[in-house]
């Protein structure tokens, strides 16, 4: 209609657009699951790789998460 404005949600446009990121990359490896590394990368989030353990290496943990492990 003439006359009507235009509302944008900039919030909503910016998940959009990296929702497309994560398309493009997913499309880029069709056969594999994007791991939790490559989605931080791919959304820009800066969060530092967390050290994973190597098998007879010691010292990361085998839990991934970079804390102590919890039991029951």
């Known amino acids: ?25 997913a499309a880029a490896a069709p056969d594999e699951r994007l791991s939790d590394d490559r989605i931080d990368e791919v959304l820009g989030t800066g969060r530092p790789p967390v050290p994973r353990a190597v098998p007879g290496g010691g010292g990361a ?12």
């Open 1 to 25: 209609m003439p006359g009507e404005s235009v509302v944008q949600d900039r919030e909503a446009l910016a998940e959009i657009e990296l929702y497309g990121e994560l398309i493009i990359a």
């Open 61 to 72: 943990q085998a839990d991934g998460a970079g804390e102590p492990s919890r039991t029951g």
